[in-house]
């Protein structure tokens, strides 16, 4: 699993945040698409972005954001004929969140992506440090709760919902 993300960002777009400006974005997917060609392999699988959602952004990279860069990498990623092949995966959230994810899936993203992916983690103190530890949310959800259909991804593939990160303490 290869992550494609910016952060702590780019300090020539949008003041060194997440990619959000036209031109930030712009630049950003073809920074991704250089790298995606550099390790082009038929086993590679992208993510993009690790936990928009989460506190590591300055409080979280905002839904309509994320899913514009979202559907401008994947509509560029499947327009591309030697990277349509690839799995492309996200947006890998911080916890389950179902009301970020709710909108990212209704944002037409889905129409570009092979797998929706979470990192289904939630942080607490630990009592005998100063680490916080990652534990694994007990909470199972379904994703037709979002009410979004994201069964089959359009070249007909099932398209799952990947855990795509744990911590173990």
């Given amino acids: 699993l290869l992550s494609l993300c910016g952060w702590p960002g780019n300090q020539l777009y949008d003041g060194g945040a997440a990619p959000h400006s036209a031109e930030a974005t712009d630049a950003f997917v073809r920074w991704a698409l250089t790298v995606m060609r550099r390790y082009n392999t038929s086993d590679a699988i992208w993510e993009l972005w690790n936990e928009p959602n989460g506190p590591s ?99 007909g593939r099932p398209r799952p919902c990947w855990r795509s990160m744990l911590h173990f303490a």
């Fill in 57 to 155: 952004h300055g409080g979280g990279f905002p839904v309509d954001e994320y899913t514009m860069l979202a559907n401008k990498l994947g509509a560029a990623v499947r327009a591309a004929p030697d990277l349509r092949h690839i799995t492309l995966v996200g947006p890998a959230t911080a916890g389950i969140n179902l009301e970020w994810l709710g909108k990212f899936l209704a944002s037409g993203a889905l129409n570009f992506f092979d797998a929706v992916s979470v990192h289904p983690c939630e942080w607490h103190p630990c009592p005998t440090s100063s680490v916080n530890s990652c534990v694994l949310s007990p909470r199972v959800f379904d994703m037709s709760e979002l009410g979004v259909d994201f069964a089959q991804t359009a070249s």
